[in-house]
């Protein structure tokens, strides 16, 4: 169950990296921020995935 626990904690944190390098790339125009963006926003869903199959949905959602 820690293995959810652990997922969802890189889900948020992942979701704030793309978000706070979204902000950052001022109106997608630094390439870079924007990768980072993707990327983070990508890998975050991905966890996401793997804490839902292990968490139940009302609390991972309340969590997040």
Known sequence: MWVGYLALALAIGFENL??????G???LQKRGLVAVSVFGYVISFV???????????GLSYAIW
């Not at 793309?18 to 902000?23: D, E, F, I, P, V």
């Not at 793997?50 to 139940?56: D, F, N």
Request: proline share 5%; no cysteine; glycine share 16%.
């Open 18 to 23: 793309g978000t706070t390098a979204l902000k």
């Open 47 to 57: 966890m996401m995935g793997e804490a839902l199959a292990r968490l139940p949905l």
């Open 25 to 27: 790339s001022e109106g």
